[in-house]
Nanobody
Framework: VQLVESGGGLVQPGGSLRLSCAASGFTFSSYSMSWYRQAPGKERELVARITSAGGSTNYADSVKGRFTISRDNAKNTVYLRMNSLKPEDTAVYYC????????WGQGTQVTVSS
């Protein structure tokens, strides 16, 4: 199992980014996928989750209406579109595969600062 995140970077408050997580080594379309984040000195927290076929999503209250999780099962990729970014969104963002065992990517840094 391999999960590789990309798309992070430095963005000004109010800006947007799209994160991608490319998956391999398993049947991607059979698993729910999630995005988590961890800010310095804080615990890792769930940001968004999407079911295996993409029919259902859920979000942390702090990102509802600003972030959108989606997936392309033909490309084995899950995305996180982040709009109206705030300094408090600054964190390392990780994707995680659902199922009996946790698999994590290496993370991608998102910094929101002017």
């Amino acid at each position: 199992v391999q999960l590789v995140e990309s798309g992070g970077g430095l963005v000004q408050p109010g800006g947007s980014l799209r994160l991608s997580c490319a998956a391999s080594g398993f049947t991607f379309s059979s698993y729910s996928m999630s995005w988590y984040r961890q800010a310095p000195g804080k615990e890792r927290e769930l940001v968004a989750r999407i079911t295996s076929a993409g029919g259902s999503t859920n979000y942390a209250d702090s990102v509802k209406g600003r972030f959108t999780i989606s997936r392309d099962n033909a490309k084995n990729t899950v995305y996180l579109r982040m709009n109206s970014l705030k300094p408090e969104d600054t964190a390392v963002y990780y994707c995680k595969r659902g199922g009996a065992f946790d698999y994590w990517g290496q993370g991608t840094q998102v910094t929101v600062s002017s």
